[in-house]
């Protein structure tokens, strides 16, 4: 990194968190801690919102989704927008009417305390985990990047989230929001369109989606019914849906969000601004990740993306072997660049269909996957601790290698941003859920101000519980797929837990306890069986149906325990 870029990802970083402190400082209330005393306008609801999905692992993880599996990835998306008008229109008005600080609080109102606290607790498993994975995230890009020591990063960035956060609760993160929101979405634009001028001059933006089409990146419609694949129209609609609408109707560092809104429409106009807008951001940075791959049609790339894992190679014993599939990749390399070249000049005549052209550079690409395949196998052998999956790396490679001075601090800046945006969030509404539904619910405390120190407190044990598991993160396939799938491991649950007490007054609080603890001990067994102990090419089910499956367990459940219990009295 040049001297630029440390000054432009310093200023970033020290503008943001003193900003935060500064703004913020000196909640005197629980409700002005929590919910900013009702004050939030609708803009900053909707933009809040997105931040706080929008984590670091998006610009991280999702450009490198699409550099190797290309555009499908969008279909997750596709059931965002109907969960956004559901929980605008139901959710939000009940929320608002009883004047809860916690999506929870409302459980015990029309359940009881244990269902509650069952909800509560699931929620601070994975929201726990979910934050700890939004603080490791960055930490890869710069341990990477700087040869800086991973658990100090881990403990750096976490710091930084906790020092605004513990200071100004619900207000710092809103706040602080909007201006990462700026950041990122400006240092991805100004990313987008550097790319699109470093392509040859013949190479426009019609000849870069003709060139990923080609190669398969640009198929976003996947119509099969198959259940063992990850994303199609049906899974986003259905799997994605129930995730998005238990994510943004019951997850609290959502639900946190809109319920500062000043009113209920000012919340219900901020959540269908994320429904608009949300599935337009991800499908452009996918674009910019198959962006990143037709660069790399022109461009030498390299045979792995981790640089990390690439340098333990070339210090062992198989350092020959590793060679030997450089110097054929690099023969790749210069076949593909002939193949595009001679694509790109039949496009200026018009003649957009060469299926002799199209097979040979699906067949480059198919080799070349192969050599990669192999150069994985390679470094097991070298450090068979080394986590060889490195979709997580091919936009870092790129930002590291090819960005002008200054605009890689502002790219490392807006990661960095989205990850302090996400966590904030996260570490609020754990303080929240744990203050609220667990320390307020079973201990008397005389003062309003002694309840935000709790909650402060709070903040602060869950920022080290986040950085303590971010300390012993590793990827898993790559970081969004990650997180996504511990959502879907409890979001099922708690979400049909909540529809019952929306829709079936029939249902009482024992059945829909029991329910909920039965339901999310299969979905756990259902995921152990079919998904985690299965390799990504033989996995049985796409992990979106675990939200599907969760909502109609429990459901079904309450209903049989429902007429047993009616049955005995």
């Not at 890009?141 to 989230?161: D, Q, R």
């Not at 996947?222 to 694949?229: A, K, L």
């Not at 079919?530 to 309450?558: A, D, H, P, Q, R």
């Amino acid at each position: 990194m040049e001297i630029l870029d440390w000054i432009v990802l310093s200023t970033t970083l020290f503008f943001i968190v003193v900003y935060g402190v500064i703004k913020t400082k000196g909640s005197a209330t629980v409700k002005d801690y929590l919910l900013d005393n009702n004050e939030t306008p609708w803009f900053t609801v909707g933009v809040s919102v997105m931040a706080t999905q929008a984590s670091a692992i998006t610009f991280l993880s999702t450009p490198g989704q699409a550099y190797h599996d290309g555009m499908g990835f969008v279909q997750f998306y596709f059931g965002l927008p109907i969960a956004m008008i559901v929980i605008a229109y139901t959710f939000i008005p009940i929320y608002h009417r009883l004047k809860v600080y916690t999506a929870y609080e409302y459980l015990e109102q029309r359940f009881n305390v244990q269902t509650r606290t069952l909800a509560a607790v699931l929620f601070l498993i994975q929201r726990g985990l979910g934050t700890g994975i939004t603080i490791y995230a960055p930490s890869i890009i710069l341990s990477a990047l700087l040869g800086w020591n991973l658990t100090f990063l881990n403990i750096f960035i976490g710091v930084l989230v906790i020092i605004y956060t513990v200071t100004g609760g619900t207000k710092a993160v809103n706040v602080t929001q909007k201006q990462q929101m700026f950041v990122i979405m400006s240092g991805m634009f100004i990313t987008f369109f550097v790319i699109l001028a470093y392509l040859p001059e013949d190479v426009d933006f019609s000849n870069v989606l003709h060139i990923a089409g080609a190669n398969g990146k640009m198929d976003i419609l996947d119509f099969s019914y198959n259940p063992e694949t990850r994303y199609t129209v049906w899974s986003g609609i259905t799997g994605g849906f129930f995730l998005m609408l238990s994510y943004f109707g019951t997850d609290q560092s959502q639900v946190g969000r809109y319920l500062s809104g000043k009113s209920i429409k000012e919340s219900q106009m901020g959540l269908i601004m994320n429904g608009l807008l949300k599935v337009p951001m991800q499908f452009f940075i996918l674009l910019t990740g198959v962006l990143v791959f037709v660069f790399f049609q022109f461009n030498d790339a390299p045979l792995h993306f981790n640089p990390t894992n690439v340098e333990k190679v070339l210090q062992s014993d198989q350092k020959k072997e590793y060679e030997a599939l450089e110097a054929e990749l690099n023969q790749i390399n210069i076949d593909k660049k002939v193949v595009n070249q001679i694509y790109i000049e039949q496009l200026k005549h018009n003649a957009y269909d060469n299926p002799t052209l199209r097979k040979k550079m699906i067949a480059l690409s198919l080799e070349e996957k192969e050599l990669r395949n192999d150069a994985k196998e390679i470094i097991s052998k070298a450090d068979n601790s080394a986590e060889t999956n490195d979709k997580d790396y091919v936009f870092l490679y790129f930002i590291m290698n090819y960005l002008p001075k200054g605009l890689l601090g502002l790219l490392l800046a807006v990661i960095i941003s989205a990850a302090m945006s996400s966590s904030a969030s996260g570490l609020n509404s754990l303080a929240a859920t744990s203050s609220i539904d667990l320390y307020k619910r079973n201990v008397t405390v005389k003062s309003e101000k002694q309840y935000v120190v709790a909650t402060q407190y709070f903040t602060l044990f869950w920022g080290i519980v986040a950085i303590g598991f971010a300390c012993v993160s590793s990827l898993f396939e790559n970081l969004i797929q990650l997180v996504n799938i511990i959502g879907s491991i409890f979001y099922g649950t708690v979400l049909g837990i909540f529809l019952i007490g929306f829709y079936f007054h029939y249902i009482k609080g024992k059945a829909a306890f029991y329910s909920g603890l039965i339901s999310q001990a299969i979905v756990i067994l259902i995921f152990l069986k079919y998904i985690l102990f299965e390799s990504n090419e033989s996995e049985k089910l796409g992990y979106l149906w675990l939200n599907l499956i969760g909502v109609l367990l429990t459901i079904v459940l309450s209903f049989l325990f429902q007429k047993i219990i009616n049955s005995k009295a």
